[in-house]
């Protein structure tokens, strides 16, 4: 995956020098022994972001404030306590960078409060001195050989449409990991990628399956699952289907719907869109039920149905 660029932010002010993706400044920090500022401002709350917080302090760097344009962070909550609450770093949700101070060198950088449509207030405008910008506005799956080889992308996660095997629309290629949809654990791509693995395998050694495949569907609460389909006749036990949530959900229950019928209803504490969730659907369930014509996944706040 790559990061989001600051083109993608529309942010006025000029171009000076202390404009870094947080990645960047990662990179600097730990690999060339640079620092890049010494008064930093992070916009956005990604994991990188949240890292680079507590890694810039460690190093001698005053990190100022972290701002995130949604009301709530895209990172994991065990980074927002490492990283921000236990150097006493804020995280301010809900605001963003208005304008950017400074021609040959940041000087300093005005944010606001946004609205409900994420519109800057102009009256709750305050600004701030700073030496640096770090970006940390998020990731997107690197797609430019899946796009060259005619993949079909999910809109919603800019990865490729995978069925249980992880095979794309195109047959013979197989995606997985971040280039799919990007993951908040590394476990996850690497279970991905030894099951690509397997299935590529099964591929080039001509195992036959049957072609008969369910959609997936994101119902309330759900805003995108991977895989988009499973086939009837998967070759494994169980098939896992990775899923994140659409806004921060609290005691909840996260429910798998083979057409009508609700199979799975499990109570969840806290659901925030930062961190993937998952599902377990054991295979039997599929040979139990061939003639189901969809599966979904929902959030659903009532108990009972």
């Keep these: 995956c790559r990061e989001r660029p600051r083109g993608a932010l529309n942010v006025p002010g000029y171009r000076p020098s202390g404009i870094f993706s947080a990645g960047t400044a990662q990179k600097f920090v730990n690999i060339d022994g640079y620092l890049p500022g010494r008064e930093i401002v992070i916009l956005g709350s990604g994991d990188i972001g949240l890292i680079m917080a507590r890694r810039l302090t460690l190093?001698?760097?005053?990190?100022?404030?972290?701002?995130?344009?949604?009301?709530?962070?895209?990172?994991?909550?065990?980074?927002?306590?490492?990283?921000?609450?236990?150097?006493?770093?804020?995280?301010?949700l809900s605001h963003t960078v208005t304008k950017i101070h400074g021609k040959d060198r940041v000087e300093g950088i005005t944010y606001a409060m946004v609205d409900e449509h994420l519109n800057p207030i102009k009256e709750t405008e305050q600004e701030v001195s700073c030496d640096t910008l770090l970006l940390s506005v998020g990731l997107i799956p690197e797609n430019e050989l899946s796009r060259k080889a005619g993949v079909k992308i999910n809109p919603k996660t800019q990865g490729p449409l995978v069925s249980s095997r992880f095979e794309t629309s195109v047959p013979g290629i197989f995606a997985c990991g971040n280039v799919l949809h990007v993951h908040d654990l590394v476990d996850y791509v690497s279970e991905e990628a030894a099951l690509a693995g397997k299935y590529a395998q099964a591929f080039v050694q001509d195992q036959k399956f049957d072609d008969s495949q369910i959609p997936i569907v994101s119902g309330q609460g759900c805003r995108y699952s991977v895989p988009t389909s499973v086939y009837l006749?998967?070759?494994?036990?169980?098939i896992v289907i990775r899923f994140r949530v659409d806004k921060v959900y609290e005691n909840t229950y996260v429910s798998l719907y083979f057409d009508e019928e609700r199979l799975s209803h499990k109570l969840k504490r806290v659901l925030t869109p930062g961190e993937m969730e998952q599902i377990i659907i054991p295979t039997s369930w599929l040979k139990e039920r061939p003639h189901t014509k969809r599966i979904?996944?929902?959030?659903?706040?009532?108990?009972?149905?």
């Design 59 to 92: 190093e001698g760097a005053k990190v100022k404030m972290v701002l995130e344009i949604m009301p709530y962070s895209g990172g994991l909550k065990r980074n927002i306590v490492q990283c921000l609450d236990d150097y006493d770093i804020p995280l301010k």
């Design 233 to 238: 006749s998967h070759p494994d036990k169980m």
């Design 296 to 305: 979904m996944i929902a959030v659903e706040e009532d108990e009972k149905r």
